[in-house]
């Protein structure tokens, strides 16, 4: 069987400068899931929020302009997490849209 995986890449490091921003990533395989079943699809949108968090640090709730760059952050990642499935699995495009 094929192993499927999907990057969750996320800039980093937005509130230091644009210069020191670094671009993390994850992957997250789905290739053991049944993307046709709802319990598939419902631990791939799982596996792929827990993904986003990995890459963008949730901060201190008091720094309104860093809990407005992590909120940018997990929506660029599951944005591209989105677009990479749509690529990989375009029969399945409108099914997997729901994740988001």
Known sequence: MRKTVIAIAALTGLLV???AAETASVSVSYADLNLSSPAGVATLKHRIKAAADRVCSKPST???????????CTATALLDAAEQLSAREPSKSFALAALF
Not at 62 to 72: F, G, H, S, T
């Open 17 to 19: 400068s644009p210069a």
């Open 62 to 72: 008091r720094d309104i302009k860093a809990v407005l760059a992590w909120q940018e």
